[in-house]
């Protein structure tokens, strides 16, 4: 089974810095997403990991470590279209084409 | 373009009274999911399609069935809606070849149950 952590709500300040951390106990790993999801809309895909270390795309960069079972998304230069929930999810390499999905982190951005 | 499309998006129906879900893509992927998202909650996975190949998730009530009739179409049926089956039905698509097996969302379909 999957048990995937991530805190609830983040507030931070348009231009600011956010990051999100993901923990996660699972049977097997074989590649983490981050998908953002904005209230009533569909998830859409923002970054995978499957090797430790960082990726970057543009604002948002997304970081993991398998050996600790840690991911975060980094979001920079906050916009107030960056308010939405972001979900975290796992994929097991016994059936690795089903994700787990955290229950995500709702971030508030203020201006 | 949409790439994957829900009908309907909206869905009032009352308590027992069968419910069908569709669900289309542009994309021919082979791997097709059906999740079940209720406020403020993970999305969970209720079955999914690898081909035409059916995966039930072993939590999944039997009240939920589904359908996949062609690449392009799957359908999610609610034999006796209750209460508790009030949430956002999402479906998902993704192929079984390439890096990262990202998933595809539709927008959802939003059911509530009166």
């Known amino acids: 089974g999957q048990n995937i952590d991530q805190p609830t709500e983040m507030t931070a300040t348009e231009g600011a810095i956010v990051q999100i951390n993901c923990t996660y106990q699972?049977?097997?790993?074989?590649?983490l997403f981050w998908y953002q999801q904005h209230a009533g809309e569909a998830p859409t895909f923002l970054s995978y990991?499957?090797?430790?270390g960082l990726e970057e795309k543009g604002r948002f960069s997304s970081f993991l470590s398998r050996s600790k079972g840690y991911s975060y998304l980094l979001l920079k230069e906050l916009q107030m279209k960056d308010s939405a929930s972001y979900l975290c999810?796992?994929?097991?390499?016994?059936?690795?084409?089903?994700?787990?999905f955290g229950a995500g982190t709702t971030v508030t951005v203020r201006a | 373009d949409a790439m994957v499309i829900q009908n309907p998006r909206y869905q009032v129906t009352q308590f027992g009274k069968p419910v069908t879900l569709s669900c289309s893509q542009t994309?021919?992927?082979?791997?097709m999911y059906w999740y079940q998202q209720k406020s403020s909650q993970a999305p969970k996975l209720l079955f999914h399609y690898y081909d035409k190949d059916f995966n039930n998730e072993a939590d999944t009530p039997d009240n939920f069935q589904s359908r996949r009739p062609n690449t392009s179409f799957c359908f999610l049926d609610i034999r006796s809606p209750g209460l508790g089956d009030a949430a956002m039905y999402l479906c998902?698509?993704?192929?079984?070849?390439?890096?990262?097996?990202?998933?595809?969302f539709g927008p959802g379909t939003r059911l509530t149950v009166t």
């Open positions: 994309l021919n992927h082979n791997v």
């Open positions: 999810a796992v994929r097991d390499n016994k059936n690795d084409y089903k994700l787990s």
């Open positions: 699972t049977s097997g790993f074989n590649g």
């Open positions: 998902a698509t993704s192929r079984d070849r390439g890096r990262t097996y990202e998933q595809y």
């Open positions: 990991n499957v090797l430790d």
